[in-house]
Nanobody, 126 residues
Framework: EVQLQASGGGLVQPGGSLRLSCTTPRFTMERYTISWFRQAPGKERDWVSCIVSYINSAYYTDSVKGRATISRDNAKDTVYLQMNSLKPEDTAVYYC???????????????????WGQGTQVTVSS
């Protein structure tokens, strides 16, 4: 069941930036660990980053470390994924997922997340 709303994708040139957003009207985001996953054409869905509920510890896959920043705005009940220095290999559909019980070391396990967004397309191309 789609419960989250992911947005902010688009077409960007290599080296450019995008900020992806994830929100929901169904629950308070602060109470949930939020992960971003992405799926490139013809490939499996991979974990990108997560922010842990309440303590807001952030984790990143190696390929985006130093280029991505995940954050929360509790007033807007939104989680952001800022992506900089984008590369063609970042091209994918990006999904956000939420779960109240996932902690940091497990936030790359997509099977543990109950709530998902519909995905937003990111295309990096000149």
């Amino acid at each position: 069941e789609v419960q989250l709303q992911a947005s902010g994708g688009g077409l960007v040139q290599p080296g450019g930036s995008l900020r992806l957003s994830c929100t929901t009207p169904r629950f308070t985001m602060e109470r949930y660990t939020i992960s971003w996953f992405r799926q490139a054409p013809g490939k499996e869905r991979d974990w990108v980053s997560c922010i842990v509920s309440y303590i807001n510890s952030a984790y990143y896959t190696d390929s985006v470390k130093g280029r991505a920043t995940i954050s929360r705005d509790n007033a807007k009940d939104t989680v952001y994924l800022q992506m900089n220095s984008l590369k063609p290999e970042d091209t994918a559909v990006y999904y956000c997922a939420a779960d109240a019980y996932v902690n940091g070391p497990l936030c790359g396990r997509e099977d543990l997340f109950e709530s998902w967004g519909q995905g937003t397309q990111v295309t990096v191309s000149s």
